[in-house]
């Protein structure tokens, strides 16, 4: 996957099958430390102590489709380019944490790609779960929160187009000022 905005779409989507109610898709950056930091939380059904020491091969899928899955794999390599790496915690019934982290202005950090995209399309398409994406740079903080749009906009649906439109423009109009800070200084 060429951008990280992939690697979440990809283990949120698997948060999603894995029966989640609610996935939390935090970014954090930190500039002074060169470390930046991924982290999905769900509380799904989880994964057994063996799964979970397994899910980083390659050959090692759930999936009856096809007999590979290669989303933590090539999150774990883009990590690990990066001079970072992946955790994955994860108790039967309770839910799965995936944590990875990168050193900022690595040469080899993929990019973040379009994540207010990808919030937005989550979003949509999985009107049951609840999404919260917290991105944090240097102390400062914006939070999308599904539960909130909801809360808003009472019924209308956020899988009507022009919702997910609003949806992916606030969170890029306001991931922006945050992520852009840098080239101010």
Not at 101 to 124: E, S, Y
Not at 159 to 184: G, H, M, Q, T, W
């Amino acid at each position: 996957m060429q951008e990280l905005s992939m690697n979440v779409l990809d283990i949120a989507e698997n948060s999603v099958k894995a029966g989640a109610s609610l996935i939390e898709i935090t970014l954090t950056l930190d500039r002074a430390a060169s470390r930046l930091t991924l982290c999905v939380k769900d509380n799904g059904c989880g994964m057994s102590e063996e799964l979970a020491a397994r899910v980083t091969d390659p050959f090692c899928t759930s999936r009856t489709t096809r007999k590979v899955g290669l989303g933590l794999p090539f999150l774990k390599m883009a990590a690990e380019l990066a001079g970072g790496g992946m955790k994955l915690e994860s108790q039967p019934g309770k839910g799965t944490t995936v944590t990875a982290w990168f050193t900022w202005g690595h040469i080899d950090l993929a990019p973040l790609g379009d994540m207010a995209g990808t919030i937005a399309g989550l979003m949509q398409c999985n009107p049951q779960t609840d999404f919260v994406y917290t991105l944090t740079a240097d102390g400062e903080s914006f939070c999308a929160d599904s539960r909130q749009f909801r809360e808003i906009l009472g019924d209308v649906p956020l899988s009507s187009p022009e919702v997910a439109l609003f949806i992916r423009d606030y969170i890029s109009e306001n991931s922006a000022p945050l992520l852009e800070k840098e080239k101010e200084q």
